[in-house]
Nanobody
Framework: QVQLVASGGGLVQAGGSLRLSCAAS????????MKWFRQAPGKEREFVAS????????YYTDSVKGRFTISRDYAKNTVYLQMNSLKPEDTAVYYC?????????WGQGTQVTVSS
């Protein structure tokens, strides 16, 4: 059974940067695409970014294109989300995700707060 542990959130001023990490354990990390989602207060959880199992392709929601970068380190079984030029509207709890044999596995979430 895979487990995902997210970290790296915090409070940052607008224009600043944070790097989120999601460490995976329990299964072969390299077999699965990895995703980041976020959920702001009073809103539904939304897709942010994904990276294929090979790391060869990455996808982003329009609002973060050019500012966020998703990457993965196979040796560390970790996926990262580098977030630059942060905006107050990026404030949310960020979750990492893997879909394994049709089942969504979620990390516990890490809070990102961007002050104006």
């Amino acid at each position: 059974q895979v487990q995902l542990v997210a970290s790296g959130g915090g409070l940052v001023q607008a224009g600043g940067s944070l790097r989120l990490s999601c460490a995976a354990s329990g299964r072969t990390f390299s077999n699965y695409a990895m995703k980041w989602f976020r959920q702001a207060p009073g809103k539904e959880r939304e897709f942010v970014a994904s990276i294929t199992w090979s790391g060869g392709n990455a996808y982003y929601t329009d609002s973060v294109k050019g500012r966020f970068t998703i990457s993965r380190d196979y040796a560390k079984n970790t996926v990262y989300l580098q977030m630059n030029s942060l905006k107050p509207e990026d404030t949310a709890v960020y979750y990492c995700n893997a879909r394994i044999v049709g089942v969504d596995v979620w990390g516990q979430g890490t809070q990102v707060t961007v002050s104006s």
